[in-house]
């Protein structure tokens, strides 16, 4: 990717025998954009970043694995500011373009001694691919996720990159979803910032894995203007469509990664809601039903068990009518209108269960609100992964 | 219990060798009050059972074991409304003085054939104990769940039977918390709503099992006036608090053993939230700690890991202060301030979670608000009960 440049060294925040500290070198001139975790009680990291990028630039990226560096009071903020200073030294800028993401065990503050050791060895490391920098970022992944995608704009076609870390929502112990997106495309960063907003609100912010909200959730976007096109300054520019489009399917990729490597999942479930009050509402039936240990544990049971899909819908505290509501598993309807359909195919729906994607659609029979979230089963893995975690 | 009679019969909704409709028949004047679900799904037992509250009195309650009746539409609706008749024509009374329960599959209305039968054979059989009709009430309860108390009114001693049935919030299918309180007690029902009102506060709505809330619960209180008290009529009244205590103490008592029969449940956990900005927030707050998943895993795995509680926190969207927030496990305090405590005695918390009880405490630190939630762990119990309920 021209224009960034990523570098991984060993700063030793567990006992391990791997990379942990990941370092991408941004040129320039880079724009930047990203949401981060609603959480109540973020990380000093997610601060740092949050007063980072009212500032719209970036020369750096850090992300330290292993350790989240949350709920670490002054020392942690200290950790946050020691590798922002440190960083700004080696490649002469300010403290504000170095952007920051820890992910791991809770409540330690990042040594930083380590932390300093890690980056002169990253500084003076080699450039790595993007295989290598998803593989250090991430922590009890069982898969590396990462996705690529292209568009053009103008004369030019730009490449967008994506790494992401995370099993969820939240993964064990608070190491957490962390995605970084990647292209050479110019682009202003308030620009870049609504589309990734639009695409942060159909993407990631439509997967669960648990429920759990984590304190360190942070997603940026970094472009750094190599392609040379024409910079996108305005939704009306030529190609600005094609790249947000371009932005939304790399995020929809990333976060189905995410569910897909869902602790304990051995299924991947998209909940569709249609006919809601509005998509808001739909959003959050939607959410009721991927949330519910009872769907997900019928889903891992490959269970047709729809009534629990309705009392995941009327628990959501949503406009609903027991009387208009319709259910399908798959592509069969297993009832319409409040019942039953008597005498169903449950063959197909059997067959659609015993399969990898599973797909539940929900009619709730009032309007035209819609909206679509993905998750996964819930499984003894999930136990296993938490119940044994730290001990 | 002197005006409330017991009986139990083999309708036989389910291939299964046992007594599953109960029918305890209540003395005229028996004065009724109730609380029921939230869900905007519920069945038509709920919608019968809210109308007929309206009117504060009542004759009869019949509870039926195998089938919740839930989703099931207008032969639903004919089921309650036959079943109504049926008792109304046995005691030449109201049909709206019968109240109707039903606990167990969805989506298949009640059979109104059995359900006749049934209540032929029920109002000829001999009255049962309490005992007994606990046994009938419950579906996939492991232990009978009941509890009695006392309370003195001027000169006369009333007493309080309590029996329940569920696995929580919500049991496998839905079949779901039941409960029904009776006492030999005068009351105005006006005066008994406003105290089981105010006691489910406390009690039923501060539990939770799993987070999924059933289309079907509901919680029935029945006085008889037999006990031959001054009838109590307002708060005012001598006694009026002493009997609003024992009701309370009753209904926290039947809530417990639900925690405790928890689906998969190893260990009963109490939450206890203080210096929130108000109470409202502050069982908010206990409510996400006590529904996450991570710390419900976190006990199941005997493992004293408080981050998850902070990120339960910090996910619950009420106000909170990474800084000012301070957790203890037993009487254990492992962070205070937003800082871990330097070198615990984690002998004691190691010891603490290693029981049956445990609780975790949490001090916002911001107000006076203040609540106490009861759940319990989430283990592979849980898991075994609901991906393999239907098949």
Redesign the interface.
């Given at each position: 990717m021209a224009g960034a440049t990523p570098r991984t060294a060993r700063a030793g925040y567990k006992k391990w025998d791997r990379t942990d500290l990941t370092f991408v070198e941004l040129t320039p001139g880079t724009a930047v954009a990203g949401v981060t975790?609603?959480?109540?009680?973020?990380s000093p990291e997610v601060e740092w970043c949050r007063a980072a990028l009212t500032l719209g630039h970036a020369r750096a990226l850090i992300v330290n694995a292993g350790n989240?560096n949350?709920?670490?009071?002054s020392r942690g903020r200290a950790a946050v500011e020691a590798i922002a200073a440190r960083v700004a030294g080696q490649l002469d800028c300010q403290p504000s373009d170095v952007f920051i993401a820890s992910t791991g065990?809770?409540?330690?503050p990042l040594p930083i001694d380590k932390a300093e050791a890690g980056l002169t060895a990253a500084f003076a490391a080699p450039a790595c691919s993007w295989q290598d920098a998803t593989n250090t970022i991430g922590t009890t992944d069982t898969f590396a996720k990462a996705a690529q995608t292209q568009a053009v704009i103008g004369d030019r076609t730009v490449t967008l990159v994506g790494i992401i870390k995370g099993s969820g929502m939240?993964a064990?112990?608070?190491a957490t979803m962390l995605g970084f997106i990647f292209t050479d495309a110019a682009i202003a960063p308030e620009l870049l910032q609504g589309m990734l907003t639009a695409a942060n609100r159909a993407t990631f912010n439509c997967i669960t894995v648990?429920?759990?909200?984590?304190?360190s959730d942070t997603v940026l976007a970094f472009a750094t203007g190599k392609a040379g096109n024409a910079p996108l300054t305005t939704v009306d520019d030529a190609g600005a469509d094609a790249f947000a489009a371009a932005l939304a399917d790399l995020c929809r990729q990333l976060a189905h990664l995410v569910v897909r490597d869902g602790e304990g999942a051995t299924k991947f479930i998209e909940v569709r809601v249609e006919g809601a009050k509005s998509d808001a509402s739909a959003h959050r039936i939607a959410l009721s039903i991927a949330?519910?240990?009872?769907v997900k544990?019928?889903i891992?049971?490959?269970?047709a068990?729809?009534?629990?899909v309705?009392?995941?819908?009327?628990?959501?505290?949503?406009?609903?009518?027991?009387?208009t509501?319709s259910i399908r598993f798959g592509n069969t309807q297993v009832?319409r209108?409040?019942?039953?359909i008597e005498g169903y195919d449950e063959a197909p729906v059997a067959s659609h269960l015993k399969g990898t994607d599973i797909e539940i659609g929900v009619d709730i029979g009032l309007g035209e609100g819609r909206a679509t979230v993905w998750t996964c089963d819930?499984?003894?893995g999930?136990?296993?992964i938490?119940?044994?975690?730290?001990?």
């Open positions: 975790t609603q959480s109540k009680c973020p989240a949350a709920f670490t009071g065990v809770i409540g330690v939240i064990p112990d608070m648990d429920s759990d909200t984590s304190t949330n519910s240990p009872l544990t019928a891992a049971g490959e269970d068990n729809w009534g629990r309705v009392m995941a819908v009327g628990k959501a505290g949503e406009p609903a009518d027991r009387d509501l009832a209108n409040g019942l039953a819930l499984t003894h999930y136990i296993s938490n119940a044994d975690y730290r001990s």
